[in-house]
């Protein structure tokens, strides 16, 4: 159980200040600034904005395994909660096929099963009621016994936002939870958070990858919503098509750095058009757009910023986005030290 938890305490007064008068001032300069070049913020004209359809959660459904990382990842869904005024489950599944095989043991009780089960239930209820109690929201819980992975799943269905630790209390449950994060976020249809570490507080930095197809004005409208009042870098792995081929054909330097710049262009040209459609006129945005491989590049970027959580998109059910799912969101969700929230598209089915 999380027991004794230090709950991060609302942003106060003062800390909101701070970033008012930092925001103030940083709208003041970087209006000046250069707006073309990665890194540099945008501010938009107000009254022109096509903001799109705006992003409303009710329910956080937050699964757990009592084990530490897994109330971190509790905290953090009632944290959201309270932000967006929304409801928070909480889920327990009790592994069928492990009570099938403790009940199959020599010397166990006949009744087992029903005592984990019991147990399960009276620990998610003090849970659900030191949560309500500690983050002022709305908690329902409910045990399942099944397949975690579909029970899950299943439960989730009708919720807005599926929650779950990166970590679990040993090697072991580290490595199943891992699978089953993995699992989860390629067959989800909903969003999924993954928590890596303790909330300590509202996200204050937010990092969007963007592929900049056609899911991507969801992902950042989504990152907008979980993370209210956070800065937010709106980030893009660019390459040249075919660069590898143009530079075997003998193309000169400057030619290719000419096609990376126009490459560049185009594609700060197209963050804008998406910072455009969240609809945000006070809120700072800071852009980048670099070469290289995207997971080097995103992992580099988040921990140079200090970033605490990253937002990015999971489109489509092809073999070759399924194949990208595996190079990419497999690596942000390992190699990250930070949350990662992975905005889903259509289920894709396990390979």
């Known amino acids: 159980m999380c027991r004794g938890v230090a709950w991060p305490e609302p942003a106060t007064g ?25 890194g540099s913020y945008r501010r938009r004209d107000t009254g022109s904005a096509r903001k799109e359809h705006v992003v ?26 309270a932000e967006q005024s929304s409801r928070l489950e909480l889920l327990h599944v009790v592994s069928g096929p492990f009570l099938r095989t403790l009940g199959g043991l020599l010397g166990m009780p006949a009744d087992i099963e029903d005592r984990l089960t019991d147990e399960a239930r009276i620990s998610l209820r003090e849970l659900a009621a030191n949560t309500a109690c500690e983050a002022a929201v709305e908690v329902s819980h409910q045990v399942r016994t099944g397949n975690p992975v579909e029970e899950i799943l299943e ?23 891992g699978t ?19 909330p300590r507080g509202p996200y204050a930095h937010a990092l969007v990858p963007v592929a900049l197809g056609p899911g991507s004005a969801a992902v950042l409208q ?52 998406l910072i455009e459609r969240t609809g945000e006129t006070t809120r700072l945005f800071r852009r980048s757009v670099e070469y290289g491989a995207a997971v080097r590049l995103i ?53």
């Open 14 to 38: 003062g800390r909101l200040e701070v970033r008012l008068r930092r925001w103030v001032h940083g709208l003041c300069l970087f209006d000046v600034c250069a707006t073309n070049e990665s």
């Open 56 to 81: 409303a959660t009710t329910t956080f459904l937050a699964a757990t395994d009592f084990s530490e990382g897994a109330c971190d990842a509790v905290r953090r869904a009632a944290l959201l909660a």
């Open 155 to 177: 439960a989730s269905a009708e919720a807005d936002v599926l929650v779950l630790g990166a970590h679990g209390s040993s090697a072991l449950s580290d490595h199943i939870l």
């Open 180 to 198: 089953t994060a993995e699992r989860l976020v390629r067959r989800s249809t909903r969003p999924v958070l993954v928590t890596n570490r303790p």
């Open 222 to 273: 989504f990152a907008v919503m979980i993370a209210p009042d956070a800065d937010i870098t709106v980030f893009h792995a660019a390459s040249v098509p075919y660069e590898a081929r143009l530079q075997f054909a003998g193309l000169a330097g400057d030619e290719i750095e000419r096609f990376r710049a126009e490459t560049r262009r185009k594609a700060l040209l197209e963050i804008d058009d």
């Open 299 to 351: 992992l580099q970027k988040a921990e140079e910023l200090e970033v605490d959580v990253i937002v990015m998109g999971r489109q489509g059910e092809s073999t070759f986005e399924k194949m990208l799912l595996g190079s990419v969101t497999r690596h942000i969700l390992s190699g990250a030290a930070c949350d990662v929230l992975v905005v889903g598209g259509q289920a894709l089915d396990d390979e």
